[in-house]
């Protein structure tokens, strides 16, 4: 890293931007980029082996128990807490609130633009009556191997069909395909 230079000329950048009502979210979202990009490489890890040891029925497992062990254990580490939601939820508690309903949206835009599905994010600062949060939201775009829990409900095998209805009565996470949306990993930080 070269530095000294650059750092004297944008110390009064740095001044400047503390006094200002907008804080400097640089740092936070590189750490939001690589927390929210760490778990979701270990969940498709996790999944992938179970898929593989024992088909969707069994992996389903991964998806109830594990995300949330998983995302826990990053936030324990972070201080960021993490979650996921849908529009079509399947987990009771995966209903977006109004920064995510309006991130979803925006990002469904850029994807139809033709933005690659790896890459989209967004975040921005909200005001909140408790102060100022960092808010961060990626995309988690349909694979093939999605396809399986959350294809169409026509589609699902009979093991994975049983097992949804008798853990998710209100289950509304099926009906997608490979590219869309399913919903988002959201980040929040109290700033
Ligand atoms: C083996 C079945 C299975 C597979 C495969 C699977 N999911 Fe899920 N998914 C689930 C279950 C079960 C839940 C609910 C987990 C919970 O209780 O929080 C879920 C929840 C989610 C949620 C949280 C929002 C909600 O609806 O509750 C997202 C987002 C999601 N899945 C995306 C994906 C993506 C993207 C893939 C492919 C990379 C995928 N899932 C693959 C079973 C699966």
Redesign the pocket.
Known sequence: MKHSKFTLAALPLILLAGCASTPDTTALTDEARKTAGGLIQTL?GE?KA??TAGG?????G???ER??KIAAEAAARTGMQIK???L????P??VPDAWEIEALAGLEKRLAAGEKPETLDTHSVVNTPDGKVFRYAKA????P??V???GAAESLSPE?KAK?AA??PDD??TGYTPGMI????SIKKAL
């Open positions: 498709g999944l179970a898929m969707p029925a069994q992996a389903i991964v998806c109830k995300a949330p996921r939601v849908s079509k939820n399947r987990n508690k995966g988690l775009v349909m694979q191997v999605c399986n829990c959350h994975v949804l853990e998710y509304k996470a399913r919903g988002v990993l």
